[in-house]
């Protein structure tokens, strides 16, 4: 089960990131997680929102480069060790993970992380048959 990111390619120049979120702002596209990692010349956003269809429309308008890459949203508890325990899972399948993200919600006692893995059903076969929850799309665009 894997959910739709947005990874938009932004320019490191004052102003550049509030006006791509603007723009999606202005489209009432809601963020629900970002990342961003940056060089001295550009970084990448890297976005869940609760349309992507719409999000990669509203960017495409405005000429702003990005993709769309499917990744994992695992839902764990709120406390001490829970990301250990998942990282484990992965680790123990030997599923290497090109990065991760996560964040907290409005349900007390709940996070979730965002994992860009080598293969995903692979990591979801894993997390599966640890007990370990993934979400769906609808799940995160309704936050």
């Given at each position: ?7 938009i390619f932004?320019?490191?120049s004052p ?17 629900r997680?970002m990342s961003?990692?940056?060089?001295k010349?550009f ?5 869940i929102?609760n ?6 429309e ?9 993709s769309?890459t499917?990744?994992l949203a695992?839902s ?5 060790g829970s990301?250990?325990?998942i990282?484990?899972v992965?680790a123990?399948e030997n599923?290497?993970i ?7 919600t409005r349900?007390?006692d709940n996070?979730?992380?965002i994992?860009?893995?080598e ?25």
């Amino acid at each position: 089960m894997t959910i739709d990111q947005l990874s938009i390619f932004v320019e490191n120049s004052p102003g550049r990131l509030a006006e791509i979120t603007g723009t999606l702002a202005d489209a009432g596209i809601d963020l629900r997680a970002m990342s961003i990692a940056d060089t001295k010349d550009f970084g990448i956003l890297r976005v869940i929102v609760n349309d992507p269809g719409r999000a990669g429309e509203v960017l495409r308008s405005a000429g702003c480069v990005f993709s769309v890459t499917k990744v994992l949203a695992v839902s764990i508890d709120d406390k001490p060790g829970s990301l250990s325990r998942i990282l484990g899972v992965l680790a123990g399948e030997n599923i290497s993970i090109e990065y991760i993200y996560a964040f907290i919600t409005r349900k007390k006692d709940n996070a979730y992380v965002i994992f860009r893995v080598e293969d995903n059903d692979r990591a979801v076969a894993a997390f599966t048959a640890h007990g370990v929850k993934t979400a769906g799309a609808n799940e995160l665009y309704e936050l």
